[in-house]
């Protein structure tokens, strides 16, 4: 695994590669997706943030019984496999001809801690079978590294699964920009202010601890000068009692407008990052660059707008409150759409009750992320 890894959510039971039908050590298929599907489990047990992808890995004894659990607890820890394998070692079990069964791909590389194939390899290691490859050039080839050292390797057991798993990380990896979540907060009829401009609340308590927990989740989160300067946001991610939780996101402002001395941005929570620049595409590589892998954008209706119209949004979270006010600004601005035969069509995730609100989760369709994107040095 990589010290610049990181991860999403699982989602349904998905179809496995022709690979998972091999068989690793004379396991059934069966063996290795209930093996894995627990790699999962564990992987979900690492934070959602940070660079790190969340990985988990199971250690089999020959006879398939499991030897040791593992999994990643952030960058700078150990990495799933290690610490599956000291696991196994502290129970005093024999590692010698095992299966290390991990959702991603081990790495061979040396980052903030040394490469898992030496370790699998020191260990005995006979089989590895892992459900996605690693895409990071400078993590990946670990795969080929246990080939070459007389390890039996299995790729592609349940990929579908571990790349939803996976989402926002592959994402950010594979295009060199983080996954973006758009988060509105709105009226039956659309509108996030009243016409005098006032906004709170418009969506109930239940609705807003939701949107806290999700903060906890990601790398950064994001608004332009405008939300900056009109609403004097904090961007923290508080519980339910308004304590700052443990994990606090980078705060990014994207725009030129200086941000005040005493703007709350400048109080507890996370580091302020100010990119002067109005280009979308532009800030999302910086903040690429700065292995930001999932930002959350609660930028209003010019930002939002501008990632829309671009494609560069992939999850949007509608908090949708039953209110009507008639008047007041849109969630979101223009998007050049003059025809509903050019409507943004996004797909349903899912949706909750949060109180007497409803959140909705949707994706842009396949077909309109294409003709929304313009080309970046990511795409």
């Not at 906004?199 to 927990?213: D, K, L, M, Q, V």
């Not at 994207?254 to 941000?259: D, K, N, Q, V």
């Not at 009507?324 to 759409?337: D, E, R, T, Y």
Request: charged share 20%.
């Amino acid at each position: 695994m990589d010290s610049t890894r990181e991860s999403g959510p699982t989602g349904p039971d998905a179809a496995r590669s022709s690979t998972a039908e091999e068989t690793a050590a004379g396991r059934t298929p069966a063996d290795l997706t209930t093996s894995m599907r627990r790699a999962f489990e564990l992987a979900r047990r690492g934070p959602a943030h940070g660079p790190n992808p969340r990985v988990g890995c199971v250690l089999l004894s020959p006879d398939g019984q499991v030897l040791g659990e593992g999994w990643h607890r952030g960058a700078g820890t150990p990495h799933a496999e290690p610490a599956a394998v000291r696991a196994a070692q502290e129970a005093g079990a024999d590692t010698r001809g095992a299966t290390a069964v991990v959702s991603l791909e081990p790495c061979s590389h040396t980052g903030r801690t040394g490469p898992c194939t030496e370790v699998l390899l020191a260990a005995g290691v006979r089989q590895v079978v892992h459900a996605v490859e690693d895409p990071d050039p400078v993590a990946a080839g670990g795969a080929a590294t246990l080939r070459a050292a007389g390890v039996e390797v299995r790729g592609g057991v349940l990929r579908d699964e571990g790349e939803d798993l996976l989402r926002t990380w592959l994402h950010a990896v594979r295009l060199g920009r983080p996954w973006v979540t758009l988060k509105l907060a709105a009226t039956l009829d659309g509108r996030v202010a009243a016409a005098d401009g006032t906004s709170r609340w418009i969506t109930s308590r239940a609705a807003r601890e939701h949107a806290h927990a999700v903060r906890a989740q990601v790398d950064a989160i994001a608004v332009g000068t405008g939300t900056a300067l009109a609403d004097d946001p904090a961007l923290t991610a508080r519980d339910a009692g308004g304590a700052l939780r443990a994990h606090q996101p980078l705060r990014v402002v994207l725009g030129a407008r200086e941000i005040p001395a005493t703007a709350r941005l400048h109080g507890p929570g996370g580091e302020l990052v100010q990119l002067t620049t109005h280009d979308v595409a532009e800030a999302l590589h910086e903040l690429g660059r700065r292995q930001v892998r999932h930002l959350l954008v609660e930028g209003g209706p010019t930002l939002s707008s501008a990632l829309l119209r671009v494609g560069l949004v992939d999850e949007l979270h509608a908090y949708l409150a039953p209110v009507l006010l008639g008047a007041g600004p849109g969630a979101v601005g223009p998007l050049g759409i003059s025809t509903i035969a050019e409507a943004l069509r996004l797909e349903t995730v899912s949706t909750a009750r949060l109180g007497p609100d409803v959140l909705v989760v949707a994706r842009p369709l396949p077909s309109d992320r294409t003709t929304h994107r313009i080309p970046t040095e990511e795409s």
